[in-house]
């Protein structure tokens, strides 16, 4: 996993003058380029991008990113796609890990077009899709992928103004990973896990992960969804969503 800073302050005293801590979490082939212009130095924000999930971060570097976050009075996380599962891998033992005085390590976080299983014919990407997915990318490149993630020509406009540069070997090595990763990660069909997200991000016009699909296991973990009838699986494109994310 890569983490960087794209606004940072150096200081614990400083942290706890800001507003607070945005923490991405990307999807797959993300990279911090996605997300640079959602947060400018004067809004009070910091923001921390965290993508590249071919490997994922031992617990010592879990345990020290968790400390660099807690000087900050307000701490957010939003995932995107992939980034719900990666998120939950990298975090998901933190609230258990505070005390009732310091309340819950997430004042947010917020899940957008993903759930925790993310290769699941009932709550994510079903099987057969995903798997054709991973032959067309390998073959053909990212085109018609970028085409269903989007949408529309004017969204896919968008995406390229802050597309991620990462080479197509390195994002096609990722996916593979993150295949064996997630299904070594399958826990036998428990089903959703609670208390970790506070809102979920649904678009009507998801052509990746479907939305019935999401509006699932969302509805079975407990979670508020939020629905944008409009929105295909690149969430950017949505003023509203970009808004709401540092409001």
Request: glycine share 10%; net charge negative; with cysteine.
């Given at each position: 996993?890569?983490?960087?800073?794209?606004?940072?302050?150096?200081?614990?005293?400083?942290q706890?003058?800001?507003?607070?801590v945005?923490v991405?979490a990307?999807?797959?082939?993300g990279?911090?380029e996605?997300?640079?212009h959602?947060v400018?130095p004067?809004d009070?924000?910091?923001?921390?991008?965290l993508?590249?999930?071919?490997?994922q971060?031992?617990e010592?570097?879990?345990?020290?990113?968790?400390?660099?976050?807690?000087?900050?009075?307000?701490?957010?996380?939003?995932a995107?796609s992939?980034?719900?599962?990666?998120?939950?891998?990298?975090?998901?033992?933190?609230?258990?890990?505070?005390?009732?005085e310091?309340?819950?390590?997430?004042?947010?976080a917020?899940?957008?077009?993903g759930?925790?299983?993310?290769?699941?014919?009932?709550y994510g990407?079903?099987?057969?899709a995903f798997d054709?997915t991973v032959?067309?990318?390998?073959g053909?490149?990212?085109?018609?992928?970028?085409e269903?993630m989007c949408?529309?020509?004017?969204?896919l406009?968008?995406?390229?103004?802050?597309?991620s540069?990462?080479?197509?070997?390195e994002?096609y090595?990722?996916?593979?990973?993150?295949?064996?990763?997630?299904e070594?990660a399958?826990?036998?069909?428990g089903g959703?896990?609670?208390?970790?997200?506070t809102e979920?991000?649904?678009?009507g016009?998801?052509?990746?992960?479907p939305?019935?699909?999401?509006?699932?296991?969302?509805?079975?973990?407990?979670v508020?969804?939020?629905?944008?009838?409009?929105?295909p699986?690149?969430?950017?494109?949505?003023p509203a969503?970009c808004?709401?994310?540092?409001?």
């Amino acid at each position: 996993m890569q983490a960087v800073w794209i606004i940072r302050t150096s200081t614990a005293d400083e942290q706890a003058g800001r507003r607070g801590v945005l923490v991405f979490a990307a999807g797959w082939a993300g990279s911090d380029e996605l997300v640079r212009h959602l947060v400018r130095p004067n809004d009070g924000w910091d923001l921390l991008c965290l993508f590249d999930y071919r490997t994922q971060p031992s617990e010592t570097e879990k345990e020290e990113l968790i400390n660099l976050l807690r000087p900050y009075r307000q701490r957010r996380l939003a995932a995107w796609s992939f980034g719900v599962w990666a998120a939950e891998r990298i975090f998901g033992g933190v609230s258990a890990a505070t005390t009732e005085e310091e309340g819950r390590f997430w004042d947010e976080a917020l899940a957008i077009g993903g759930t925790p299983a993310p290769i699941d014919d009932l709550y994510g990407i079903p099987r057969r899709a995903f798997d054709v997915t991973v032959r067309s990318i390998g073959g053909t490149g990212t085109g018609k992928f970028l085409e269903r993630m989007c949408g529309t020509p004017d969204v896919l406009r968008e995406y390229y103004r802050h597309r991620s540069t990462r080479p197509l070997e390195e994002i096609y090595d990722e996916l593979v990973a993150l295949r064996r990763q997630a299904e070594a990660a399958e826990t036998g069909g428990g089903g959703p896990a609670k208390g970790f997200w506070t809102e979920a991000i649904v678009g009507g016009r998801d052509a990746i992960f479907p939305p019935a699909n999401l509006e699932r296991y969302w509805s079975e973990a407990g979670v508020t969804v939020v629905r944008y009838p409009e929105m295909p699986h690149y969430p950017f494109g949505e003023p509203a969503l970009c808004a709401r994310m540092i409001r």
